[in-house]
């Protein structure tokens, strides 16, 4: 059953024509619907009579209130709902599944992209203390506080035919020198 059925026009046309008030019309409809949907596929066909519909909800009259809203078609013994399958049954179901699990799949969405504030902390500037105001410039460009090396075995890169294998030599090479002025400046420092 969709929401806000007690507003509908038709269901106010049954309230009005049987005298009851729109939330047990309201009732009477979801217990005739359910009671439709068990017994029927799509809701045609029904092999009863407007007093055994009558009989289901506990309401003389209430078949042909029905009838004349539209709710209700075919002659005593076949019966049918029309557009049932839109609201009741296997399709309506599925649709029905399929909404409630979209939703929960949009509010858990909703939950991580958060429309809280974003606030941007500064981080501390970095410092870097020198202990030498001398720049070496390297002969590929680079530029460096340490002195270039005295060895020149160190000078050379073996791996240089190799860019990938330079490169991570290079790499190596220069850690090992950070490392070593590292342990150099703390020592002065003590």
Known sequence: MRVELDFAPK????????????????????????????HSLDGNALSVT????????DCAGFAD???KVGWLEGREGLLSFPRFAEHNGQTAKARALTQKRLQRFRS?????????????????????CETSSTQYIAADGTASLDAPPSDPQEAANPYADDPALAKSADIAKWNRRERE??????AAAE
């Open 108 to 128: 858990k969405k909703m939950k991580r992209s958060c429309n809280a504030p974003v606030t941007h902390q500064t981080l501390p500037e970095k410092r870097r």
């Open 181 to 186: 002025n590292y342990a150099k400046r703390s």
């Open 11 to 38: 269901v106010i046309g049954i309230s009005d024509a049987l005298g009851k008030p729109v939330l047990h019309v309201v009732g009477m409809l979801w217990k005739l619907w359910s009671w439709a949907d068990a």
């Open 65 to 67: 209130a029905l009838r």
């Open 50 to 57: 407007e007093m055994t519909l009558d009989r289901i909800v």
